[in-house]
């Protein structure tokens, strides 16, 4: 099922860790998956090991507040062998703080709670994403539980940027799993415009069977990211064409790009050579020398 709910939590790990996930959830998980080895990197108070336990499937949990930081140890070399199911549950940014607050007397550096911004989240997670995958076995399946969130008015989806951020063509699944009992679920927010957020999300990726290195790897994350900004660039001139009629010269593409967001599209010197770049890949027509237009 690709949308999972179950409101009690079980009797695994303590009900007092926050943040903690129903043992439900990993039972599903462990009945679709059936994998022969288990871990996790990010166990908190241990529930999926247990669960993992009760099921007779042997594994490994490691945590931060146990020494093991994902973001400075292998994950692989910590528990001696690949595994079939690599799943993480980390937290969701700053939502709820860790170190200094539910366990440790300050903050750790390797907790992913404490971090500057929502860029340096994601740039830590897909480095333990990584760090998860070549700790998976060829075949195998690697994981994380996560949640978005709306802080200052501001919606943050996490699961989105995960996705953006690992090789597409190992993405397997993406489960919606239904939050219950919610710290937030009992505030009032007089203006509130919005829904509560009531689901997080279970996103499965899939090692190749023909795996290659973890540079190739990022080599090929590299190339999609050029190619969603590409695209990106290829919107932005097609829209700027639509407001002008349909054609314009290039010193009036330059212009009403530069005057829309000109902090965000002109920070780089360059950028008027990557609107040349843009045009000339099309699709657009040069209907005379200077002129663009809509192909």
């Not at 022969?36 to 990010?42: A, K, S």
């Not at 390797?110 to 700790?135: I, P, T, V, W, Y």
Request: include cysteine; charge should be positive; hydrophobic fraction near 35%.
């Amino acid at each position: 099922m690709s949308i999972l709910s179950f409101p009690e939590r079980g009797p695994w790990g303590d009900a007092k860790w926050r943040g903690n996930c129903s043992g439900h959830i990993y039972k599903a998980l462990f009945e679709q998956i059936k994998p022969t080895f288990f871990v996790d990197p990010m166990m908190g108070s241990g529930t999926s090991i247990e669960v993992a336990t009760e099921m007779g499937i042997p594994c490994v949990g490691l945590d931060l507040h146990q020494g093991f930081n994902i973001l400075t140890r292998s994950i692989l070399s910590a528990v001696g062998r690949e595994a079939d199911f690599v799943c993480s549950h980390p937290p969701y940014g700053s939502m709820i703080l860790y170190s200094n607050g539910v366990w440790g007397d300050k903050p750790h550096p390797g907790d992913l709670s404490r971090c500057a911004s929502d860029e340096e989240f994601c740039e830590k997670m897909q480095q333990a994403l990584l760090n998860q995958r070549e700790a998976t076995t060829p075949g195998g399946v690697y994981g994380t539980i996560i949640g978005d969130l709306r802080k200052d008015g501001r919606y943050k989806s996490y699961q989105a940027e995960f996705i953006a951020r690992m090789p597409a063509s190992e993405l397997a699944s993406v489960i919606i799993k239904a939050q219950h009992n919610t710290m937030s679920g009992g505030k009032q927010y007089a203006k509130m415009k919005f829904p509560f957020i009531t689901h997080e999300y279970v996103i499965l990726w899939m090692k190749p069977k023909q795996t290659i290195s973890l540079l190739s790897t990022l080599a090929v994350i590299a190339k999609e990211q050029d190619a969603r900004l590409q695209g990106s660039w290829r919107s932005i001139v097609k829209q700027v064409l639509v407001e002008l009629g349909g054609s314009a010269e290039l010193s009036r593409i330059y212009q009403a790009i530069s005057k829309a967001r000109p902090e965000q599209l002109t920070s780089n010197s360059n950028w008027q050579a990557k609107v040349r770049q843009t045009l000339q890949l099309g699709p657009f027509a040069s209907e005379q020398r200077g002129e663009w237009a809509l192909a």
